[in-house]
């Protein structure tokens, strides 16, 4: 590290404007800070909801059913007489969860099979493709449904269901990135050192391959809300009387008429969460790539 | 050009074979046994012994891989197992309804995606362009079963103008159906919408920096003819073929949409299936969008060569 930094020091001082680091990349970059700051806030949200002097969200009220927005209640009520700002709040944790669980899932798996079907090739990359590729030839939600209808309807299930759905573009990610790595001539001056497989896997190509996996795992965080909110809406995610987003609409959706409001702040934060984390992974995609500067 | 459309043909043989695999695989994972909901309330021991026989539960595995296999080839996907009805059967009776949607969106989608696209390339970099990012941004966020369930409060609840759900066969009664059409059709077409409009802004970008364009300016000819006559056309390549990859984005969108908007189609099908614990739909759901995807993939592939004139030649 200290050689690269001369030799940057040494370029700055021949004139060469240095190039900063990724973070004041991401700090001048538009997209990643709204991105990023719509992120922060839902994640305060989950965080802070067990602390914050809100309503219980599992507690009913009778005497206040479906009451409408005001000051007491802000986003009003539920059909059982719940606070939806308590409710949203708390539906914060389980879709940021979702999102964090079902992406560490499909990296868990796709980044060995990635790594090894990259850098062995052969016949090993031709199985690990034709099954990502047959994988993929199922739709997004379709596959998660019918991993749902296996594991049965749950939290838990959808995100593992949304995780395993997702592992198929990892692995053709990583495999993309690892076999343009290998190629490199660091990977092969390592390897003329005498460094082994697993040395040259973990230690060289695959630092060099986290880029485009951190942006991918970002933009999928994005997707993986929409497929919470959309497994809980069909009935298949969250289960009563936990809250989520998804799942309290797919209660209000039989209150429209009745209750409108029970409709509209779910699917606002459902939005925000989706449009932060896709903003936040184009940030940070024109930031980690040296092309962009 | 006909051994390329062959050979990706043969390429797409051992992703089928894969993916009648992986059904396969997923049905034995079900939790349950499923002969107990066939044999019904009874549960007769008999009935039970003889539902083993017939699907070969006895043999093993691979031979019932094959078997069934054998009979997906003949076009026997199973058959329900509330109902008894054959899975194609029940497909076939769903599929016209979700077809008749997704037509509609995808009319939907080009009518709005493919223009704006056209005008921000046009406008790179202007006010126009910015708020056509920002439109695409956003319907690419906009979770659309919420999209719809705000339509519906809209324009069904309080404006009264459509009907809020339902469904009618446009060779039956056109106007019906055009009406109960309208919010879905304009739901489901709203994410793809964005989808054709980001790949259209950044064809035309491409197409409109390239040599014979910078040609037909120097000719003289206004911009209009150098966009239409020549940047379109040829812009429009990659998005023919990316138009026929939307058929999965289409099927998975049209499950949420055909539940807010009760559609009976096929997304409906394979959600009631997994709450019925139809296992059999399930799977012969799953397998038939997995071939009709592929086909698709097929399709955009071969669509690709005969558009484009180095392939069609070489």
């Known amino acids: 590290m200290a050689s690269l930094d001369s030799i940057s020091s040494a370029g700055a001082s021949a004139g060469v404007t240095a190039r900063p680091g990724v973070f004041a990349r991401l700090l001048r970059n538009k997209s990643a800070l709204i991105g990023g700051s719509i992120v922060l806030v839902f994640v305060l949200m989950a965080l802070l909801a067990p602390i914050l002097p809100l309503a219980d969200p599992f507690k009913s009220n009778f005497l206040a059913i479906r009451k409408p927005p005001s000051e007491l209640y802000w986003f009003g009520t539920d059909e059982l007489g719940r606070d939806q700002v308590s409710r949203l709040f708390f539906g914060a944790q389980a879709s940021l969860l979702a999102g964090i669980v079902s992406v560490l899932i499909a990296v868990a798996i796709g980044l060995p099979f990635g790594l090894i079907a990259g850098w062995y090739g052969g016949w090993i990359d031709i199985v690990i493709s034709r099954v990502t590729e047959a994988l993929l030839a199922c739709p997004f939600l379709i596959l998660a449904i019918a991993f749902a209808a296996v594991l049965g309807p749950s939290l838990t299930n959808a995100m593992i269901a949304i995780g395993l759905s997702a592992v198929p573009i990892f692995i053709r990610l990583i495999r993309g990135q690892v076999m343009s790595v290998k190629a490199e001539d660091f990977v092969e001056g390592a390897r003329a050192v005498g460094a082994r497989d697993a040395r040259l896997m973990f230690c060289h190509v695959l630092p060099n391959t986290l880029s485009p996996i951190v942006v991918q795992s970002t933009l999928f965080m994005a997707q993986a809300i929409i497929l919470e909110a959309a497994l809980s809406f069909l009935g298949l995610g969250q289960q009563p009387p936990a809250p989520s987003w998804g799942q309290m609409l797919n209660v209000a959706k039989n209150f429209m008429e009745q209750a409108p409001w029970m409709s509209v702040a779910p699917g606002i934060c459902i939005f925000l969460a989706v449009l932060g984390f896709n903003l936040l992974g184009d940030g940070l995609r024109d930031a980690l790539d040296p092309k962009e500067n | ?314």
């Not at chain 2, 079963?145 to 519906?152: H, N, P, R, S, T």
């Not at chain 2, 035309?204 to 056309?233: N, P, Q, W």
């Not at chain 2, 559609?263 to 038939?288: E, M, S, T, W």
Request: with cysteine; net charge neutral; aromatic share 8%.
């Open chain 2, 1 to 314: 050009m006909a051994t390329l459309i062959l050979r990706r043909i043969l390429i797409a043989i051992p992703t089928l074979f894969l993916v009648s695999l992986f059904v396969f695989a997923l049905q034995r994972a079900l939790p349950g046994d499923p002969f107990l909901v066939i044999a019904g309330e009874e549960r007769d021991a008999e009935v039970i012994a003889r539902l083993r026989e017939i699907y070969r539960m006895d043999d093993p595995i691979f031979v019932q891989f094959f078997a069934w296999l054998g009979q997906v080839v003949q076009g026997d996907f199973g058959r329900s197992l509330r109902t008894g009805e054959p899975v194609l059967n029940l497909i076939l009776q769903k599929l016209p309804v979700t077809i008749q949607l997704a037509t509609a969106s995808i009319l939907v989608a080009i009518a709005i995606g493919i223009p704006i696209g056209i005008l921000a390339a046009r406008r790179k970099g202007t006010v126009v362009d910015y708020s056509a990012s920002a439109v695409a941004l956003s319907g690419l966020s906009i979770p659309n079963f919420w999209f719809g369930i705000m339509l519906i409060l809209l324009v069904s609840v309080h404006l009264k103008w459509l009907p809020a759900s339902g469904y009618e066969s446009i060779f039956v009664d056109p106007w019906e159906a055009i009406q109960r059409l309208i919010m879905p059709a304009f739901v489901l077409g709203n994410g793809l919408a964005a989808f054709l409009m980001r790949h259209t802004r950044s064809a035309m970008l491409e197409v409109l920096r390239s040599d014979y364009v910078r040609t037909a300016r120097a000719k003289g000819l206004d911009e209009d003819t150098v966009i239409h006559r020549h940047a379109l056309r040829n812009a429009l390549v990659p998005i023919i073929t990316l138009t026929t990859l939307l058929f999965g984005e289409l099927l998975a969108g049209a499950v949420l949409t055909e539940q807010v908007f009760t559609i009976p189609g096929f997304g409906k099908l394979i959600v009631d299936a997994v709450f019925n614990r139809d296992y059999g739909v399930v799977q012969g759901v799953v397998l038939c969008t997995a071939i009709g995807f592929i086909l698709m993939n097929l399709l955009a592939d071969v669509l690709y060569i005969l558009v484009n004139p180095r392939l069609r030649t070489g």
